[in-house]
């Protein structure tokens, strides 16, 4: 084996040895980096939810910011380990950013929807929703999907653009929320009375408020009742439970009344046909 061979075994062993120990010092700086990410993320959750200040909203989407710039640190330190230079890196990121934006156009929507829907706050973690029938409680708002729990227990995780593209009913924003009981008397009944039986009924109730007051009036005359709507306000709380209770209520007090809630019906008239 020549000196010369020999020389050059030494060269491509320790350049073998330097790459190896720069992949080793990457690969450190990759995991420290991640484990500092996630405790930072971590601890900054913490202090968010210690904290009265910041809206528990917020949160997520600041918890998120966190972590994503750690690492974006971490990874300029890892290519700065082969030799990459900053400038370098600031236009490899400057074209590989526009070339994932035009890739990623909605993903980016999503992004942005969410920052809005955090700005404008049409929705809150806790709040129940309904957007373009998308209806859940809202769990919390990402980055790029809002997660959600259906009435029935469902998580559901929902694109941000298509929440704030979407018409948004918001049913837990307003402390209190009006409602139109519709009952059916029979057209031989007593209005008034019925009126009267019905309002006693939801005035009886603590739950519903006294301003505005209950009201009771005719909306309709259907093909076999008298449509009656019952209205009234209540907290947005016992909305579902007073309606339940308030409809068994007014139903008892009508039987016991003897005011008729009638069955459909339809009266039909047969005319004999003529002979010839």
């Given amino acids: 084996m020549t000196e010369e061979y020999k020389q050059l075994i030494e060269s491509y062993s320790n350049l073998a040895l330097d790459m190896a120990l720069e992949i080793l010092a990457a690969l450190a700086i990759l995991v420290i980096g991640r484990f500092i990410a996630k405790k930072t993320s971590g601890y ?4 968010l939810e210690k904290s009265g200040r910041v809206d528990r909203t917020l949160r997520p989407m600041i918890v998120n910011i966190v972590h994503y710039t750690i690492m974006i640190f971490v990874i300029v330190a890892v290519l700065a380990r082969f030799g990459v230079e900053t400038t370098s890196i600031i236009a490899v990121l400057g074209a590989a950013g526009l070339a994932i934006g035009l890739a990623l156009q909605g993903t980016l929507q999503n992004i942005s929807a969410g920052f809005m829907l955090l700005f404008l706050r049409p929705m809150k973690i806790g709040e129940f929703v309904d957007a373009d029938g998308i209806s859940g409680t809202v769990e919390e708002i990402g980055l790029f999907v809002t997660h959600m729990t259906t009435v029935d227990g469902l998580y559901i995780s929902v694109p941000n653009s298509r929440l704030w593209s979407a018409k948004v009913t918001n049913f837990s924003r307003n402390s209190k929320r009006r409602t139109d009981l519709v009952v059916g008397i029979g057209y031989g009944d007593d209005i008034g009375k019925a009126e009267k039986v019905a309002l006693a009924v939801v005035n009886a109730d603590a739950r519903v408020h006294k301003d505005p007051a209950p009201q009771v009036i005719v909306t309709g005359l259907g093909e076999s009742s008298v449509d009656l709507t019952v209205r009234y306000w209540t907290d947005t709380g016992n909305y579902w439970p007073a309606q ?30 003529a002979k010839a």
């Fill in 244 to 273: 339940s209770d308030n409809r068994r209520a007014i139903k008892e007090a009508f039987d016991k009344e003897g005011i008729s809630i009638p069955f459909p019906q339809r009266d039909v008239h047969l005319i004999p046909e």
């Fill in 44 to 47: 900054t959750r913490k202090l």
